[in-house]
Nanobody, 128 residues
């Protein structure tokens, strides 16, 4: 059973924008860190952005700050990633991930293994 459902990937030219969505259940969404990671073949999965759904506090990887925006809709149990000014090097499979965060700690973008649940991934392709 898929517990994190991603949507919104696709192809875009450099400089363009794409939005990703990750929908889940209320049980998974509540008091959790919801994050977006990305991966290209042959490389490790890297964190892009995360948000603590309890406190609505976003964090970003340094390279994406200012271009990407993560947001959360508590009513829909959905997290979004808006990606602007996309670059060729943003091309990757993007994964939504979730882990429990009952104490409202800062979300961890540095370790993919910190996240217990993963979506199936959605491809983002940026052409130069």
């Amino acid at each position: 059973q898929v517990q994190l459902v991603e949507s919104g990937g696709g192809s875009v030219q450099a400089g363009g924008s794409l939005g990703l969505s990750c929908a889940t259940s209320a049980l998974i969404y509540a008091s959790s860190c919801m994050a977006w990671f990305r991966q290209v073949p042959g490389k490790e999965r890297e964190g892009v952005a995360a948000i603590d759904t309890g406190g609505n506090r976003p964090i970003y990887a340094e390279s994406e700050a200012g271009r990407f925006t993560i947001s959360a809709d508590n009513a829909k149990n959905t997290v979004y990633l808006q990606m602007n000014n996309l670059k060729f090097e943003d091309t990757a499979m993007y994964y939504c991930a979730s882990t429990r965060n009952p104490y409202g700690s800062s979300c961890d973008l540095g370790r993919a293994r910190a996240y217990a649940l993963w979506g199936q991934g959605t491809q983002v392709t940026v052409s130069s």
